[in-house]
């Protein structure tokens, strides 16, 4: 999966534009960089932070900002997976 891939997904699973979703998750990895695997998932503060900078920066409603990046999330999350398949089991 490309990110052209993942912003399609993202677009396709929230309903908003692919230049929107494309706008927010390049906000979001500018402003995440290095900090993403130690802090996204730890601190609900870093989290709410990040979206509300990012709705700041692109100038979309935090609302709108956090669906985006919650579906960004989930589409990655199921890319990996499928990619490891780590949590697949045989039947």
Known sequence: MNKTDV????SENMGFATDVCEKVIKA???QSGDA???KWKGN???KEDIIAGISEKTD???EECEKIIT???EVVSTGLSDKLKFFKTNK
């Open 36 to 38: 993403l695997v130690s």
């Open 7 to 10: 912003v399609t997904q993202v």
């Open 60 to 62: 979309i409603a935090i």
């Open 28 to 30: 979001f990895e500018e």
């Open 71 to 73: 579906a960004f999330e």
């Open 44 to 46: 609900k503060k870093n």
